[in-house]
Nanobody
């Protein structure tokens, strides 16, 4: 199983970035994919998730600014990030697990602990 995250970079406040997470080695349609982020000196936090049925979830801090989507034919999940703020600066990671209905709760409460598959981080830096 491989998750390949990409799309990070340096952007000014108010700018946009689109992260991608390409997944291989599993039955993509049966899995949720979530985005997490970790800023220096802070704990990892759940940012957004899309389940196998396309239902989406967002952390309060990114609602209205970030949009998650999935393309099952390409086995890829996207995170469109608009109106970026300096506090969005972090390493962003995608992770996947089989959809069993509690993935978002675990992403938030347990910060993704237990998710079996992770991609490498892609760094997002938002300058003020």
């Amino acid at each position: 199983v491989q998750l390949q995250a990409s799309g990070g970079g340096l952007v000014q406040t108010g700018g946009s970035l689109r992260l991608s997470c390409a997944v291989s080695g599993l039955t993509f349609d049966d899995y949720v994919v979530a985005w997490f982020r970790q800023a220096p000196g802070k704990e990892r936090e759940g940012v957004s998730l899309v389940n196998s049925g396309g239902t989406t979830y967002y952390a309060d801090s990114v609602k209205g600014r970030f949009t998650i989507s999935r393309d099952n034919t390409k086995k890829t999940v996207f995170l469109q990030m608009n109106n970026l703020k300096p506090e969005d600066t972090a390493a962003y990671y995608c992770a996947a697990e089989r959809d069993h209905g509690s993935s978002w709760r675990r992403a938030v409460e347990y910060r993704g602990s237990g998710y079996p598959y992770w991609g490498q981080g892609t760094l997002v830096t938002v300058s003020s």
